[in-house]
T-cell receptor, first 114, second 113 residues
Framework: DTEVTQTPKHLVMGMTNKKSLKCEQH?????MYWYKQKAKKPPELMFV???????INESVPSRFSPECPNSSLLNLHLHALQPEDSALYLC?????????????FGQGTRLTVV | GDSVTQMEGPVTLSEEAFLTINCTYT??????LFWYVQYPGEGLQLLLK?????DKGSNKGFEATYRKETTSFHLEKGSVQVSDSAVYFC????????????FGTGTKLQVIP
């Protein structure tokens, strides 16, 4: 099983809303990631969690707040977003941090901010 | 820092044509190399990988060989199908402290019947 599951698949939210994106993997991977992908662009790294601890924040605005409750789950809490934050948000996981093993991606959450 | 350069698209081919998508990289150390595919409206799927020089990754008729001397990892397929229409990303991941996957800009492939 090489599956990373993301919910919801689609999300529309207003600029004053609070919402959360969820990601789950059961491969025993100890590194988990959030990426943001705009149309016709490659994914851009937002956050990296290693062994449930935040290890990399790529200068992401504080209106995005990640959380890793346990080794299988990764959340992205959203608050006071802007229309330009509309994008595909991808979760990924890999076996170990600090290695060059492959990352497995979820199907993404298509976020629209209105 | 690490970087990946891949050919501009879109690439339009007729069904059963031969496909090559060029990819070159710049990296220190000994990265692993990957091709990911993204179908419309979906996430990224790992298509194939190679972890060291001269390794050949293959999957679903696609192949790519890790060429350290030319720092290349070109994607090839002998006979494309309409169902292969997607965006293809070349990527690398280095060992060591920084854990991110570095992506190329993506190449859109359109296969027409």
């Amino acid at each position: 099983d090489t599956e990373v599951t993301q919910t919801p698949k689609h999300l529309v939210m207003g600029m004053t809303n609070k919402k959360s994106l969820k990601c789950e993997q059961h491969m025993g991977h100890r590194a988990m990631y959030w990426y943001k992908q705009k149309a016709k662009k490659p994914p851009e790294l937002m956050f990296v969690y290693s062994y449930e601890k935040l290890s990399i924040n790529e200068s992401v605005p504080s209106r995005f707040s990640p959380e890793c409750p346990n080794s299988s789950l990764l959340n992205l809490h959203l608050h006071a977003l802007q229309p330009e934050d509309s994008a595909l948000y991808l979760c990924a996981s890999s076996q170990e941090p600090n290695t060059n093993t492959e990352a497995f991606f979820g199907q993404g959450t298509r976020l629209t901010v209105v | 820092g690490d970087s990946v350069t891949q050919m501009e698209g879109p690439v339009t081919l007729s069904e059963e044509a031969f496909l090559t998508i060029n990819c070159t990289y710049t990296a220190t150390g000994y990265p692993s190399l990957f091709w990911y595919v993204q179908y419309p409206g979906e996430g990224l799927q790992l298509l194939l990988k190679a972890t060291k020089a001269d390794d050949k990754g293959s999957n679903k008729g696609f192949e790519a060989t890790y060429r350290k001397e030319t720092t290349s990892f070109h994607l090839e397929k002998g006979s494309v199908q309409v169902s292969d229409s997607a965006v293809y990303f070349c990527a690398l991941r280095n060992s060591g402290g920084y854990q991110k996957v570095t992506f190329g800009t993506g190449t859109k492939l359109q296969v027409i019947p």
